[in-house]
């Protein structure tokens, strides 16, 4: 089952499915690492949404309608 | 607004939306590019045998790259905007034992697939496209925290086939998140490409990064000579586009090839953490820690709002001796130096010549208001490398992104407009934080509406001569006003020449938290301050010189018929007094057709701080030096603008006051604003920024008036 980046738990190991943006936006944030199968993981919550994802070493800060539209596969 | 404001397109997507001419509008038809930046003889130059080889720094952004370039260029370095934009870009010639060449920092960027003029800038840069000079050597620098995001970017640089160096920072932060990264493991990993470990904040390694820069300079000329330079295997078998390519052609180029750098990208970072197939490491990182309370979706927001009132308290209280000392103790020195001249090389009779009033009221006046910026200007590029240096920069993007969307900003923009209800210069300066060009752009035309503190000195002598008991509440609501002007204003740019603002999804990599090393921020400190003094002084030090010959010149004999040149007896009987009487009719719909306040507000583009003095000189009153603004208001020099306005509005001079002081929030803040932002972005926007702020000015107080004259 998926659910959107904004919605998955803090802590939890999680696979990308897709990322339900316009093509350059989208296209930016596979640059950035949100690439569909690569596993992160959301370790902070901030405000409207906003949420700081794990990839590795590297910590990813989306805004919570970016977020929203991140679909993702939990662990 | 204006050209040079437009974003040329929508949403900011792809290559819409950017500001790209490089010069084609401004008569650099056969130099484009960052090669406009280069002295023309350099130019030449690089068609000839002697060129000077240009290294250029690619990078993320937040990866430390200017850092490492200043540490390498130090003051040889200067920033100046990329042409026909407002795209920063850093730049420098490196003198070694034989050997010259001319470094070119580029804006972080995270693909040459450009989304922004800064990205674009960089693209252009690396591939030595529009006009820009072909690199030499491109330094990639890598961030060794962020190898995913790294590797991506190397990817492409390395399908370019040009000499490739790349700079490895961090290294010690990812070793503390316990990455066993290391430049001996990508170098294995990466054959046929040098890394090189190197600290900017501490120049560690830059000598070994030249002397690989040196030595790909000199295998490219033994390649060039017999046989091919030694690279690194392409990525890619799909060729790059070449100099000429657009940026549409580059941008396809990278989308097309995308999955395979994706694929190399994900192979190394696996290699280079072979025991760790979970998304992150276990353990929170001390990055981690610190970011629960930081970016908490409450506490977050409370420590933000807390460091940006210790920024402005910064900028202002512990500025406001340092002012005063310039402003009394160094004034009193130079003039008592000054008169110790004259008086000893023509006698005392020469201290009421012009020629000393020249010098005494005009050019030293003129230096002690630069000396008088030093204060602010230094707290406030102090307390943003802190900010930076630190990491918190980029979080604070993230905890006020939402609240700054609704102009389209991101949080960033939030700190330059809290430190202009300081001083608006600093917050200028602060600007340069904002890492994408139109951000900084937008944010540096709104800065003029925030209301500064000189401001304030005009609001307390009108609020307590016209509204009495009311005068707190009046002047509350001048800030309400400014506030509400920049979000007006912020709106109506934002549907206008910034509507490629608005969109954008918001994901930005997070830099771990660091501590500030103490040196280079002394150093960077200095740059910065060294580059304002001299980039902002002699339009400062012209302009007050300018005013004195203005108010020295006579255009009557007066009434004592004595005016001579350099002694005007009654402001009114000067060139300075009859521009103001000339003006002053214009503001009859604002209901202060008074030549005082006209002359008022012409010195108040020199300076705010000094309206009231200049009402108080118009209107023949000698206050104390100690009397304060609310005594002022209250007083003789009240009592002289109540008179004024109520009879320059026909007996609505609660009205009249209330337009002028709208007048005062809107207009110009400064010469040395003018100055400053003709400095970053250019004249032509300089000049329209103090247009439009006139023309909004001038509407906002007819309105006020005429709605406040029926009240």
Redesign the interface.
């Known amino acids: 089952m998926t659910e959107s980046l904004r919605t998955c738990p803090l802590g939890v190991d999680m696979e990308i499915c897709r990322i339900d943006l316009s093509s350059a936006y989208r296209f930016r944030l596979r640059e950035l690492g949100f690439r569909e199968h690569e596993r992160i993981r959301v370790i902070q919550k901030a405000n409207f949404g906003g949420r700081v994802v794990a990839h590795g070493t590297e910590r990813i800060a989306v805004d919570g309608a970016t977020a929203r539209h991140i679909l993702v596969q939990l662990h | 607004m204006a050209d040079d404001l437009a974003g040329g397109g929508t949403m900011g ?2 290559t819409a939306g950017m500001e790209h001419d490089m010069g084609n509008h401004h008569g650099h038809h056969h130099r484009r590019g960052l090669s406009v930046l280069l002295p023309i003889a350099r130019q030449h130059m690089h068609h000839q045998e002697e060129a000077v080889p240009t290294v250029a720094f690619v990078g993320n952004p937040n990866v430390g790259k200017s850092t490492l370039f200043n540490a390498i260029l130090g003051a040889s370095a200067s920033v100046m905007n990329a042409p026909g934009t407002t795209v920063l870009v850093e730049r420098g010639r490196l003198r070694r034992v034989n050997a010259t060449w001319d470094f070119v920092d580029t804006p972080g960027t ?2 040459l ?1 450009a ?1 922004s003029p800064d990205e674009r800038v960089a693209s252009e840069a690396a591939m030595g496209r529009a006009g820009n000079p072909q690199p030499d050597v491109i330094v990639a620098v890598f961030d060794a ?5 790294s590797l ?1 970017l190397l990817s492409q640089l390395i399908d370019l086939g040009r000499p490739i160096v790349a700079a490895v920072t961090m290294l010690d932060l ?1 070793s503390r ?3 066993p990264i290391s430049v001996a493991t990508l170098s294995r990993l990466v054959p046929g490409l040098d890394f090189v470990a190197v600290d900017g904040r501490d120049g560690k390694g830059t000598d070994d990064l030249l002397e690989a820069i040196g030595a790909r300079l000199a295998a490219k000329e033994q390649a060039d000579a017999a046989t091919a330079l030694r690279q690194p295997p392409r990525i890619s078998a799909v060729p790059a586009p070449g100099r000429a390519a657009s940026q549409e052609e580059v941008s396809s180029w990278v ?1 097309a090839t ?1 999955d395979q750098r ?1 694929e190399w990208t ?1 192979r190394i ?1 696996a290699d280079l ?1 072979p025991c ?1 197939p ?4 276990p353990a ?1 990182t001390f ?2 820690r610190l ?2 309370v930081l ?4 506490a ?2 409370a420590i933000f709002l807390a460091v940006m009132y210790l920024v402005f308290e910064a900028t202002t209280a512990i500025a406001a001796p340092i002012n005063d000392w310039f402003d009394v103790t160094v004034r009193g020195w130079a003039a008592t130096a000054i008169d110790w001249i004259f008086a000893g090389l023509a006698g005392p009779g020469s201290l009421s010549t012009w020629p000393h009033s020249l010098l005494v009221n005009g050019l030293l006046d003129g230096c002690i208001t630069v000396l008088t910026f030093i204060a602010p200007m230094g707290i406030i590029f102090i307390t943003l490398s802190l900010l930076e240096d630190s990491g918190y920069l ?2 604070a993007a ?2 006020m ?2 609240a700054m ?1 609704v102009i389209g900003l991101d949080g960033r923009a939030f700190l330059p407009l809290v430190v202009g209800f300081g001083c608006n210069l600093p917050a200028l300066a602060s600007t340069r934080t904002l890492p994408d060009s139109r951000q900084r752009l937008m944010t540096g035309l709104l800065i003029p509406f925030t209301s500064c503190s000189a401001r304030l000195s005009v609001y307390i002598v009108l609020a307590y001569a016209f509204f009495g008991h009311y005068a707190g509440l009046a002047i509350f609501l001048m800030y309400v006003a400014s506030i509400l002007i920049i979000l007006g204003v912020g709106l109506l740019l934002r549907r206008t020449r910034f509507r490629d603002l608005t969109t ?7 830099p ?1 938290y660091q501590m500030p090393r103490l040196l280079q921020l002394g150093k960077s400190v200095a740059m910065r301050l060294w580059a304002f003094l001299t980039g902002a002084s002699s339009i400062i030090i012209t302009m007050i010189v300018i005013m004195w010959f203005l108010s020295a010149i006579p255009v009557s004999a007066g009434a004592a018929g004595t005016n001579s040149f350099g002694h005007v007896d009654d402001v009114h009987d000067s060139l300075y007094g009859a521009v103001a009487t000339s003006v002053a009719p214009i503001f009859t719909p604002a209901g202060f057709n008074d030549w005082h306040a006209s002359a008022a507000l012409i010195t108040g583009f020199v300076a705010k701080e000094v309206v009231v003095g200049s009402m108080s000189q118009s209107y023949q009153i000698h206050t104390s030096d100690d009397a304060s603004g609310q005594e002022q208001g209250q007083g003789t020099l009240g009592q002289a603008v109540r008179k004024s306005f109520i009879a320059s509005s026909h007996g609505h001079g609660a009205a009249a006051a209330a337009a002028f002081m709208i007048f005062v929030l809107a207009y110009t803040p400064c010469l040395a604003t003018v100055a400053e932002m003709r400095r970053q972005y250019g004249g032509k926007i300089a000049a329209r920024s103090v247009g439009a702020g006139l023309v909004i000015a001038y509407i906002l107080a007819v309105i006020v008036f005429q709605v406040g004259r029926l009240l």
């Open positions: 997507v792809g995270a693909s697939d989304l925290t962020s190898p995913s995001k991506y990812a998140q316990g990455s989308r995308a994706f994900a970072v953490n760790t979970d998304a992150a490491n929170p990055s981690d970011d629960r970016l908490h979706p409450v977050g927001i980029a979080r993230f905890v992104d939402k969307r954008q999804p918001f994901a930005i990599g997070l771990p």
